[in-house]
């Protein structure tokens, strides 16, 4: 028996290599624009540093050459929320619905699929010429929640999917035979399991609708959200506010994911201490 040297052979170092300049392809812009955005008052949009402050941060909130950032922000904030709501009940009970299997159940999974691959501006467009037709006003927490419902609903139908693909109906079968009723099982079974799995499905629904603008062009009417005011800052803003925006943005994002974590974390470690506990 060959005892191993520990050396490591070319082929290692070579994936090394590869994986290496993958990372730094994937969140090399994304730190770019982290430092970029630290620039000083008389900062531009490239290297070398101007001097190091957090001017452009206050001054995209305190100026109004920006636009109505500030109302863009809110305005995706409770777009993202009210998706995340939405989406993590809608799938919970569409996730258990799928659970027994009845007439048509194939062709209304592939029907609530669909819209993930239609193009998001045919299908805003679609949204925005049937409320016109219907008669109703274009508006962002209506249409354009629509919209973006559109887009998170199949990636939470998913998720759930595979959650459920895990779950074991057995301790369903066990409260039933307790007694409990099934409002019962459902609060004290079911969900207490699938809360994981319901967080996951409550950050994608966050995050797509956060990001989302080819499905907010044509669907939100005249108040954008912040990824359209984004798009429109950049054909007439030179300055690193730009970058500050990115920065701001991206914060959020890796915050609610972390928030996300946390969550799951804290409860599986009440799952082990409950169970030790029993």
Not at 33 to 51: A, D, E, H, K, Y
Not at 76 to 81: E, I, K, N, Q, Y
Not at 108 to 122: E, K, M
Not at 243 to 254: E, H, K, L
């Amino acid at each position: 028996m060959t005892q191993s040297t520990g050396r490591r052979g070319a082929g290692f170092w070579l994936l090394a290599a590869f994986f290496a300049l993958f990372v730094i392809f994937l969140y090399g812009p994304m730190l770019v624009i982290f430092i970029l955005s630290f620039q000083g008052p008389t900062g531009g949009l490239t290297f070398p540093l101007r001097g190091v402050s957090t001017h452009w941060f206050g001054d995209l909130w305190s100026s109004t050459r920006y636009g109505d950032l500030g109302g863009a922000f809110r305005r995706s904030l409770m777009l993202g929320a009210m998706s995340l709501l939405i989406t993590a009940a809608v799938c919970l009970f569409a996730g258990l619905a799928f659970r027994r299997r009845f007439w048509g159940a194939g062709p209304l999974f592939y029907l609530a699929i669909t819209s993930l691959v239609v193009p998001g501006i045919l299908l805003g467009l679609g949204i925005s010429q049937l409320f016109q037709l219907m008669g109703f006003r274009l508006q962002w927490w209506l249409s354009g929640l629509g919209a973006h419902l559109s887009w998170t609903l199949p990636f939470g139908l998913l998720i759930m999917f595979a959650v459920l693909n895990r779950f074991d109906g057995s301790w369903e079968e066990a409260a039933r035979d307790a007694g409990a009723s099934p409002w019962q099982v459902l609060r004290l079974v079911t969900v207490p399991i699938l809360f994981p799995g319901l967080i996951a499905v409550a950050l994608f629904g966050f995050t797509l609708s956060y990001d989302e603008m080819p499905r907010s062009l044509l669907t939100v009417g005249g108040r954008n959200t912040l990824p359209i005011e984004i798009s429109n800052m950049t054909t007439n803003v030179t300055t690193p506010a730009l970058y500050a925006i990115g920065t701001v943005t991206s914060v959020i994002s890796f915050t609610v994911i972390a928030a996300a974590f946390v969550a799951i974390a804290i409860i599986q470690k009440r799952r082990a201490r409950a169970k030790r506990g029993a």
